[in-house]
């Protein structure tokens, strides 16, 4: 399997807060990036990991940092030169706890899986890259803005928010990083820290 970690946002919601990127906000000593991809190596330890992300900052040993040919829209984080078969889309901005990512790991489908709860999508696993290329591209024609979950819509024909087929809940304390005010709670909240 092959891991792309999204990490070329633009961070408008971030609004620079801690002076850098929210990918490379640190928890217990690692970035966002370096925990994900440590934990990657943990438990998949024989699988390729690239970042999207046009800054050398987001540079993490075990990974390939891959800059994007098109980052114009929001739903170009699903980098399309990227899109195979056998690829898992991961957002960068994400704290994932072990329990989730071997979840995403191990959990396996025909076309495209979904994972998040009602709320918020945290990866996207790619069994046919010629799907996810076709429902990607339909987003773009409809919401350039669109977002993980206008893919799903757009894959499923259900409702926006709307959870049905080829959709994984995780419920555990996985948690992204959008505005300063999750950072914050997140790090206040010590039960959430391994």
């Not at 946002?9 to 925990?35: A, D, P, V, Y």
């Not at 440590?38 to 050398?56: G, H, M, P, W």
């Not at 078969?85 to 899986?113: E, N, P, R, S």
Request: proline fraction near 2%; glycine fraction near 8%.
């Amino acid at each position: 399997m092959r891991y792309i970690i999204m990490a070329d946002g633009r961070g408008k919601r971030w609004k620079n807060f801690t002076g850098q990127s929210k990918h490379l906000i640190k928890i217990k000593h690692e970035t966002l990036l370096e925990r994900l991809v440590r934990q990657l190596r943990t438990f998949d330890e024989d699988c390729d990991i690239l970042i999207t992300a046009k800054d050398e900052c987001h540079e993490v040993k075990g990974a390939i940092r891959h800059r994007p040919l098109n980052n114009k829209d929001e739903i170009d984080r699903f980098t399309a030169e990227l899109i195979n078969d056998q690829v898992c889309f991961l957002y960068g901005d994400t704290y994932y706890t072990d329990d989730a990512l071997v979840g995403i790991i191990k959990t396996v489908g025909t076309k495209l899986l979904f994972f998040g709860d009602e709320k918020r999508i945290i990866a996207v696993k790619v069994f046919d890259g010629s799907c996810m290329k076709k429902h990607v591209e339909a987003v773009k024609r409809v919401n350039p803005n669109g977002k993980g979950w206008h893919l799903y819509q757009a894959y499923t024909g259900l409702e926006l928010y709307e959870i049905g087929h080829d959709f994984v809940v995780v419920e555990d304390k996985t948690q992204d990083f959008n505005t300063p005010e999750d950072y914050l709670g997140f790090i206040n909240e010590k039960s959430v820290l391994e």
